[in-house]
């Protein structure tokens, strides 16, 4: 028997509910005002060439360039790293997405004088390990919240990595492994800067990595998720040390 479901609804009464698109959401969360609204638009799309024509529209209207960056393009950014932490969109859209805004803070930055990052962070991958997605999207979500990046790459033997703490003095490293056996870097980075005297934050993250691992050595905080790093950052500027930090991103 032919039964058209659409039909039994509507004699119960009953409503289909209807799903969202990742686009519709995202169109409920843009600013109300241009140029910040086609801009976010143009951001959540990964579209470089209309972010960096919005950009030129709102200076030729008389917008401070480094304003811009602070007001428009970081807020337009955080709409996809929202939707990313809440599984509505993927990385490959948080990556277009983190492209275009940095060409617009690029783009910015050519305009107008340099904004004064909020601070500096080395990111790198652990010796051994060539898995990079997580530590880019952790470098991109970093810089989108205005911090300067140092970015090591991947398979970074640990010499590498302290030889860069030692020359940048960042606020805060950043660590990705995803094996179990090249995590144990980790560990290293960690003897070897205490033993320099070098007490930065070290928040450690990667499919292979757990909190029990992290808290086996005392300079590292573990990051479950990339959003994490900017959210420790900010909490660094706060003026949080590495027990408030450890308070603040274990779970207990
Ligand atoms: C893609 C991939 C590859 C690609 C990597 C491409 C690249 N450029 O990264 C290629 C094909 C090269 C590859 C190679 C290998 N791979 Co591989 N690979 C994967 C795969 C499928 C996905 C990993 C990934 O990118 N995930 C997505 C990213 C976004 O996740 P993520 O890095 O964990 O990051 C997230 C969080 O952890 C967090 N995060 C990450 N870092 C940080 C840091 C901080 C500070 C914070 C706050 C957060 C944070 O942020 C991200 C998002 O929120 C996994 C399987 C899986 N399902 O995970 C296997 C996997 C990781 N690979 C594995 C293996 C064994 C290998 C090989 C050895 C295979 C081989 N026999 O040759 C080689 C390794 C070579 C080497 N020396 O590294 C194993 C590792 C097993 C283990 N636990 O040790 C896995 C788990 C597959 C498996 N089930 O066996 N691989």
């Not at 950014?77 to 929202?82: G, N, Q, R, S």
């Not at 051994?128 to 997605?133: T, Y």
Request: net charge negative.
């Amino acid at each position: 028997m032919d039964v058209d479901p659409s039909k039994i609804l509507v004699r119960y009464n009953v409503q289909k509910e209807k799903a969202q698109t990742p686009e519709e959401m995202a169109a409920e969360m843009y600013p109300s005002e241009e140029p910040a609204k086609t801009i976010a638009a143009a951001i959540f799309e990964g579209e470089e060439d209309d972010v960096i024509e919005g950009l030129e529209k709102a200076i030729e209207g008389g917008a401070d360039p480094i304003g811009l960056i602070d007001d428009v393009l970081m807020p337009g950014m955080k709409i996809v790293t929202d939707l990313y932490d809440q599984g509505v969109i993927f990385l490959p859209n948080v990556m277009m997405s983190a492209d275009a805004m940095l060409d617009g803070i690029e783009f910015c930055k050519e305009q107008g004088a340099a904004p004064k990052a909020k601070g500096k962070v080395v990111c790198h991958v652990a010796e051994g390990d060539v898995h990079d997605i997580g530590k880019t999207i952790v470098a991109a979500l970093l810089r989108a919240a205005g911090y300067d990046v140092v970015d090591l790459g991947r398979d970074v033997p640990v010499d590498e990595v302290i030889a860069a703490v030692k020359k940048e003095s960042p606020m805060m490293l950043t660590g990705t492994a995803l094996m179990t056996t090249t995590m144990y870097a980790f560990k290293e980075v960690n003897d070897r800067l205490l033993e320099s005297g070098i007490k930065v934050p070290f928040q450690c993250g990667g499919g292979a990595v757990n909190q029990d691992f992290v808290t086996q050595y005392e300079l590292g905080v573990y990051g479950e998720e990339a959003a994490d790093a900017p959210k420790m950052a900010d909490a660094i500027l706060a003026g949080k040390g590495l027990a408030q930090l450890k308070e603040s991103f274990h779970k207990h």
